[in-house]
């Protein structure tokens, strides 16, 4: 026996990074384990590949920064690799599987021509943990989302040969594409485009009945994942809060000119359309709530989620793309440090904090009255 | 986990219902010639030389202070020896060998309870400064400085919250000593002529506060109150006691005498009655010696000076004598570690904790914010890490790490298991330098 020297505190909370990463895990469970059910062997091969490439590139990192430094001698493969080896941790293992298996969910079950999606996925998933996380100097370190990041270069590259599975949905519209892609095909005009969704059954939506990437149309099992990370306090509930709360008061405003203007459609079927359509609850529950890539202080988180928000919702509704929410995530990745900066930072809702954050929702719902606000409607 | 600490489990447990135990007075006890807050001692006595119990045989030298140090045992002084003090350092000890007669030194003489009455808070200064009185919650602040003024004192809080898991010795002090704990406020309501006085105990001491609030009721109109406070860690912080008990927010680097608060930990409380009421310095106090290193965790009464190894071998010794021990001195949040179990009970002891050493491995920061949720004063422990780490001065002093209190509240909700208190120290020396 021999007495230790350390410094206070000397009792720790049981809790750890790993930990906190199966939670992430096992709120993720719900989804996988639907998608595999609905789209089988396609979600098992989105979910596997990339996570074992996310895996791979993390090993391999993990032994690179952890080679046998410059001493003047030549050290063999084994020697480093051994060094290495030994500083693999749990952690290492879990941190891209979370990754890997979020950005699976966001692929869709097919391409055309087939092969595409192997490319896709490869690419994306490489893509998102090198350029994502990786460069950055892995866990911890990252300012963007590594499965958004991933997301969005497969999307951009390869989004035009994506087939989404139909799903028990056949779309009037056109064949292979999800229910926000319709939309924009549906008519290029703002409003006009929103005279179909009525035809959509909110039950169905919410079900996962609807075309969609693999995960993120089973609202029913993110919101049990939501749950489980709200209790387990493995995501921040001020950001789930006020992204969805954020996303849900823009939409009602967005819906009074909607329901206004466009005939046949109810204002509160528009309100649940937009909520329960895209990734706006998967984003919520498993991309904003990415710790690392979000601001460290409560006002700061409030402020991202606003914010977050408020880009989807300008994205949707503007914008020549159908879906905003990885686009979204990533520009706020952006904005995190700055929201974090030691100038203003602190942890206190200061007069001026809250004045900043309702100015930042004002600029959003002046945007979408002004956009909405003079737009004529044709079908 | 993102959450903030609502409450440490505070493992109190069993311990608080155990009776304090008196410890046999050691054949040897141990005097610093220098402590945290005082340079070396000079001492008046010489090799040889018979002391009596209470006997003043030295004197230490602060820069703004004196601290007398008082025999706890009568007999012969036997030379200086070196062990470990509190503050972790090595440093020189007078042995006095104990002829175990414990022979009062003759100037220790009871008040009368008119005299008492009559003494002004310029005397009680005088009587707790001869007495060598320092803050025994573990501050070891004087505390004839707090009489020294003569700021008008509106209320009088009695610290009787004992945040800090694990130690119980207060709380067996306030059970056993129950009188002469409110006696001690009633000399403090006549030092400072204030009739408002708070006695601030957690709210789950239910007991506690019954107890309390049952004895007081021979004191009606007397204005001592039993006030409950929260659960939660670090309640004992006087300026978190002052904001749930008043509701009033001390600002960072003001006393709360300027409030008109006056302060006091209860095993204070306890030594002001000594000193005033039977004119004795501090002898003995109260030390809880537990942890899940110990094989009967206890509380004792212990003389000052007892070497930490007698008190060792009356809890019976370590378990798991093959596992690697962490010695601490004070709590397990912000107790200071000893490199060897050789260390002497000194004055602001309040307890002793073994824990099997339990080797962590920092993980990298994932930016939970569960430090900056947990701070007490509000900063942001992951922030100003990284401006440690980079070295960047104008970015720590903008981020303000003087404020801290080394609570070590950041270190203890880490996720990642992050020693990031320690980076906050860096910081704070970094912010002193210009």
């Known amino acids: 026996m021999s007495i230790i020297k350390e410094t206070s505190p000397h009792i720790h909370r049981k809790d750890s990074l790993a930990r906190m990463l199966i939670d992430v895990l096992i709120a993720l469970a719900p989804v996988s384990i639907t998608s595999i059910a609905v789209y089988g062997l396609a979600a098992l091969r989105n979910l596997l590949l990339p996570v074992a490439i996310m895996m791979l590139a993390e090993f391999v990192f993990v032994l690179i920064m952890n080679r046998v430094p410059y001493d003047g001698n030549k050290h063999t493969f084994k020697e480093h690799f051994q060094k290495g080896w030994k500083a693999y941790r749990l952690h290492h293992v879990l941190a891209p599987i979370v990754s890997g298996v979020i950005f699976g969910l966001l692929m869709p079950s097919g391409s055309n021509p087939g092969y595409i999606i192997y490319v896709a996925l490869i690419l994306g998933s490489l893509f998102g943990i090198v350029i994502g996380k990786l460069v950055f100097g892995g866990t911890g370190q990252n300012i963007f989302n590594p499965a958004a990041a991933g997301m969005v270069f497969a999307k951009l590259c390869f989004g035009s040969k994506y087939v989404y599975g139909t799903n028990g949905y056949v779309s009037a519209v056109s064949a292979g594409g999800t229910v926000l892609s319709n939309l924009t095909e549906t008519s290029t005009n703002l409003l006009g485009r929103y005279a179909n969704i009525g035809d959509i059954s909110l039950w169905d939506m919410f079900l996962g009945r609807i075309p969609g990437t693999i995960g993120e149309a089973f609202k029913f099992a993110i919101l049990i994942g939501l749950i489980y990370l709200l209790i387990r306090r493995a995501a921040d509930w001020r950001v789930v809060l006020s992204y969805l709360g954020g996303y849900a008061a823009l939409m009602a405003v967005a819906g009074i000119f909607v329901a206004a203007k466009v005939p046949n459609v109810n204002y509160f079927q528009f309100l649940g359309f937009s909520l329960l359509s895209g990734g706006v609850l998967f984003g919520a529950t498993y991309m904003f709530t990415d710790p690392v890539t979000m601001p460290i202080n409560a006002p700061g988180r409030v402020m991202y989620g606003i914010l977050g928000a408020g880009l989807t919702v300008i994205i949707r509704v503007f914008g020549a793309l159908p879906e905003g929410v990885a686009f979204s995530i990533l520009i706020c990745n952006l904005v995190a440090p700055a929201l974090d900066h030691y100038v203003y930072s602190g942890n206190k809702f200061t007069k001026k904090k809250i004045l900043f954050t309702c100015g930042l929702a004002a600029v959003f719902v002046l945007a979408i009255c002004l956009g909405l606000g003079f737009q004529e409607v044709t079908v | ?434």
């Open chain 2, 1 to 434: 986990m993102i959450a903030p600490v609502s409450s440490i489990h505070d493992t109190k447990g069993l311990l608080q219902t155990l009776p304090t135990l008196a410890l046999d007075v050691p054949d040897y006890v141990y005097f610093a010639a220098d402590n945290a807050r005082c340079g070396a001692a000079e001492f008046y006595v010489k090799e040889g030389d018979r002391v009596l119990l209470g006997q003043l045989i030295g004197m230490r030298d602060g820069r703004f202070f004196k601290q007398p140090i008082h025999s706890s045992v009568s007999g012969t002084v036997e030379g200086f020896e070196e062990h470990y003090h509190r503050s972790g350092k090595k440093v020189k000890f007078l042995r006095i060998k104990n002829d175990h007669k414990d022979e009062w030194d003759p100037s220790i003489k009871d008040r009368s309870d008119e005299e008492i009455a009559k003494l002004t808070r310029a005397d009680f200064a005088k009587i707790l400064e001869a007495n060598a009185m320092v803050g025994l919650g573990g501050s070891s602040f004087p505390t004839y400085v707090k009489f020294n003024n003569d700021k008008k004192i509106e209320v009088i809080l009695i610290n009787a919250i004992e945040c800090e898991p694990y130690i119980t010795a207060d709380i067996r002090l306030m059970m056993e000593e129950l009188e002469k704990v409110i006696v001690g406020i009633t000399y403090l309501q006549i030092a400072f002529e204030c009739k408002k006085v708070l006695i601030c105990i957690k709210k789950k001491h239910r007991e506690l506060i019954r107890m309390y609030q049952e004895y007081l009721r021979r004191y009606e109109n007397s204005g001592i109150e039993v006030c409950p406070v929260g659960n939660f860690y670090p309640q004992g912080w006087e300026i978190a006691m002052i904001k749930s008990a008043l509701g009033i927010d001390v600002a960072t680097g003001h006393l709360p005498s300027e409030y008109g608060i006056a302060n006091f930990n209860v095993s204070t409380v306890w030594g002001i009655y000594e000193a005033v009421k039977h004119n004795r310095p501090v002898y003995e106090r109260r030390i809880s010696v537990t942890g899940d290193g110990i094989k009967y965790p206890s509380n004792f009464i212990v003389r000052l000076g007892t070497p930490l190894a007698a008190l060792l071998e009356k809890c019976g010794g370590y378990t798991e004598p093959d596992k690697d021990k962490v010695f601490i001195l004070g709590g397990p949040m912000m107790g200071a570690s000893l490199p060897s179990d050789d260390c002497i009970i000194t004055k602001t002891v309040t307890s002793v904790l073994v824990f099997n050493h339990e080797a962590k491995e920092e993980a990298p920061c994932i930016r939970c914010g569960s430090c900056v949720y947990s701070c007490p004063t509000g900063l942001e422990p992951k922030q100003i890490m990284d401006a440690v780490k980079a070295f960047d001065k104008p970015r720590i002093k903008a981020l303000n790490p003087l404020k801290c209190i080394e609570c070590g509240l950041c270190s203890y909700v880490c996720t990642s298991h992050i020693r990031v208190t320690d980076y906050i120290r860096r910081a704070k020396m970094f912010a002193k330098t210009k």
